[in-house]
């Protein structure tokens, strides 16, 4: 069927690709044609595609129970907010059904806190310029991304942008008002940019001297991805809220919220819910894949690859100065900067098999699933390799 035949939503331009089946780092479409896929869905398939251990635990609780919304206690919740707690600085945890959703629980907390103190003024969310929250109208006023917001009627009060790592900005636009700081510890789709740890260092004292909380968006550098669960770990900087998704569910649609107790404590009966957010099958796989992500072999494992990645990457713009201007990100969550199109690149590693994704600022992004072996990352990055050469001996000739 053409495109023009498609009853879809033309909000996305897919290409022509139809996949079928997976396994680990490998995705085969219709024609059978095998395609190494490095970037998992938007850093989601965690584990790779259709991992046994979330497969069966899927499958058993779908032959017991799906769904019973939270009127009712569902215990796979209890289970997974212990452990995300346990090695956390949270204290309590709801579950949402996506990022965006995750979001909204985070900002809506930050907000009742400050009402909850007795000082309901403090309503500004500071989000940073380059971010990305998601798609419901809190995310995109959070980020303030004008092609995301346009058209949309106007931007909600309260919402305020920061330069990208300018503290002193950051600082001018903090007064009384503010009720909280919204970042990426790693920024995703703004062109896979790690934040500074001084910076962080820094925002926290300002939050704490000032009275405003932080919230860190997980949701795509989360989960293992950086090569500790989260990536604010890196930094020793905890914040008061973190939304998470994408890859804690392995490939399943969930994410979480979750805060201090002091930070929660605004969030009371009826002030909050969600129908599907935590339901049993979320939770048996969550519950799963958290186990295999929280196994120190498997951090030790991205820790490994992130290196070779890293390394790999260096070489290419050593070898391509002049069209590879940077890398950056961290763990397996890597952007190469281009003076060309990414999405070209894109387009002719999807032609030699290789699936990759784009970001802001002219960036190509890897995120592959975290179980990549060392064979698979030089595969991929002799690819791109072979791309880029292609490209210089065109532009040339
Ligand atoms: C993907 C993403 C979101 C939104 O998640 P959805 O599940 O698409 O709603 C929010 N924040 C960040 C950092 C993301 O990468």
Redesign the pocket.
């Known amino acids: 069927m053409s495109a023009a035949e498609s009853h879809i939503l033309p909000v996305y331009s897919p290409p022509q690709q139809n996949f079928e089946r997976g396994e680990g780092c490998w995705i085969w479409d219709d024609k059978g044609e095998r395609y190494l896929d490095c970037i998992a869905g938007?850093?989601v398939n965690a584990l790779g595609h259709a991992p046994p251990v979330l497969v069966k635990a899927l499958t058993e609780q779908a032959g017991k129970l799906w769904h019973t919304s939270n009127m009712f206690k569902v215990k796979g919740q209890e289970e997974l907010a212990a452990k995300y707690t346990r090695d956390s600085f949270a204290d309590v945890v709801f579950f949402t059904?996506?990022?965006?959703?995750?979001?909204e629980g985070a900002m809506k907390t930050a907000r009742k806190y400050h009402t909850a103190n007795g000082n309901p003024e403090r309503i500004d969310i500071i989000g940073f310029q380059g971010?990305?929250?998601?798609?419901?109208y809190g995310?995109i006023n959070a980020?303030g991304n004008p092609s995301y917001l346009e058209g949309f009627g106007p931007r909600l009060p309260g919402f305020i942008q920061a330069p990208f790592g300018d503290l002193e900005e950051l600082k001018k636009l903090v007064g009384p008002t503010t009720a909280a700081v919204i970042l990426?510890p790693v920024?995703?789709?703004g062109g896979v940019r790690e934040v500074a740890h001084d910076y962080l260092r820094a925002l926290r004292k300002l939050a704490d001297d000032t009275g405003f909380l932080i919230i860190f968006?997980?949701?795509?550098?989360g989960a293992g991805r950086t090569g500790k669960m989260w990536a604010h770990q890196w930094s020793g900087v905890t914040p008061d809220i973190m939304?998470v998704?994408?890859g804690v569910g392995g490939g399943f649609?969930m994410?979480a919220f979750m805060a201090t107790k002091e930070a929660a404590k605004g969030m009371v009966v009826g002030v909050h819910g969600t129908t599907f957010g935590g339901n049993p099958l979320a939770m048996a796989v969550g519950n799963a894949c958290y186990d295999e992500l929280s196994k120190p072999a498997l951090l030790d494992h991205v820790n490994l690859m992130a290196n070779h990645l890293g390394q790999a990457l260096e070489g290419l713009k050593d070898r391509h100065p002049d069209l590879v201007v940077d890398v950056r990100g961290k763990g397996l969550l890597r952007g190469i900067k281009l003076t060309i199109n990414p999405k070209d690149i894109q387009g002719k590693l999807r032609d030699r098999k290789v699936l990759v994704g784009v970001a802001g600022d002219n960036v190509l992004r890897l995120a592959p699933p975290l179980v990549i072996d060392e064979a698979q990352i030089r595969e991929a990055v002799d690819a791109i390799d072979a791309v880029l050469s292609a490209y210089a001996t065109q532009a040339n000739g």
């Open positions: 938007i850093a059904n996506s990022g965006t959703e995750a979001i971010s990305f929250h998601g798609r419901s995310a980020s990426e920024q995703g789709e968006d997980e949701v795509q550098s939304a998704a994408k649609p994410g």
